[in-house]
């Protein structure tokens, strides 16, 4: 029995490139050119491995970049199920500008998939058992809007904990059978409560609203640099980040994700398991580009949190 399953429908071919400058027309000499594996699902279980845990990473997967992503994954000691699509899995580039500091992510289309294939993945989950299941990323064209839905009663069936960290329609679907925990960011949080934005002030009551309709028991809404607000029948909270002079974004939000997986099947309280995740979140950010946390820094900054007077507060 695996303890944590991640699952990716739309996983990338991370490419990232160190320019001199952005500059039309000129031909640019690049540098640090690296290539890593990329994608929701497979972005939680890379840091997964680093704390120590061996997630089963189930995917899709075609041609060489897919080829590529499982050689990668080989090489970091995850185990992964790979399932082969005829359309090439997709490419992202991200590029540093080292005379501004500034980094550009192109973030490509997925491939078009089949429902056949879609489906393969969809069974491959229901016939492995987990504590945990984590779904996360953008669809690509082809894969039903309900998809996580769809993933949320095999959840059901295997009494597995569901946390979903998807946007937009997936994420409405979703929550109409009722998961274990989402983790939307404010803009997601506007759009499955109708609203067209909804602030950090109120952020805690539209939580709190989905939590009391029953759609979802646990509700962690990250504020980027700020850290997460955690809302549930239980708690009302806010979690501070420590700061940081933060070098990219990429990868955090799957990177807090994960540290709350890891917190949970560890048996750590919620407000512990999201403290850690605000922790993983924030390390990921020390990193260029797409290299994620490591856990010297994720231990580091749990420790700053737990120290801090103010690292957890009740919201009335």
């Not at 491939?111 to 229901?126: C, D, F, Y």
């Not at 009302?236 to 990429?250: E, F, R, Y």
Request: charged residues 20%.
């Amino acid at each position: 029995m695996a303890g944590i399953i991640t699952i990716t429908f739309n996983p990338s071919l991370d490419k990232s490139i160190d320019a001199p400058c952005l500059e039309p027309d000129r031909k640019l000499h690049c540098s640090a050119v690296g290539y890593h594996p990329g994608g929701g699902g497979i972005n939680i279980s890379r840091v997964l491995k680093r704390l120590g845990e061996n997630p089963v990473t189930s995917y899709l997967s075609g041609g060489f970049y897919g080829k590529h992503i499982q050689q990668l994954l080989l090489q970091e000691g995850i185990e992964s199920n790979a399932i082969k699509i005829k359309a090439q899995t997709r490419e992202n580039i991200i590029i540093l500008d080292t005379s501004s500091g500034r980094q550009y992510l192109l973030d490509t289309p997925g491939p078009v998939i089949q429902s056949t294939e879609w489906q393969r993945l969809l069974k491959l989950v229901a016939r492995q058992k987990a504590e945990f299941i984590a779904g996360s990323g953008s669809i690509p064209p082809g894969v039903p809007v309900d998809i996580y839905a769809r993933l949320a009663r095999i959840a059901h069936k295997q009494n597995a904990k569901l946390i979903i960290d998807t946007s937009g329609e997936a994420l409405q679907h979703a929550l109409a059978e009722k998961v274990f925990l989402i983790k939307p960011n404010l803009k997601e949080l506007a759009h499955i409560s109708g609203k067209e934005n909804v602030n950090r002030d109120e952020a805690m009551d539209y939580a709190v609203s989905i939590i009391g309709k029953g759609r979802c028991k646990n509700i962690v809404v990250s504020l980027a640099a700020e850290g997460a607000l955690l809302a549930s029948e239980k708690y009302k909270l806010k979690i501070h980040a420590p700061v940081v002079n933060a070098v990219s974004t990429i990868g955090a939000g799957d990177s807090m994700t994960a540290g709350i997986i890891y917190g949970l099947a560890k048996r750590m309280t919620m407000p512990d398991a999201v403290k850690f995740g605000v922790a993983c979140g924030t390390a990921t950010t020390l990193h260029p580009g797409c290299l994620l946390a490591n856990k010297e820094d994720i231990k580091l900054l749990y420790k700053k949190i737990n120290n801090a007077k103010a690292g957890c507060v009740s919201i009335n």
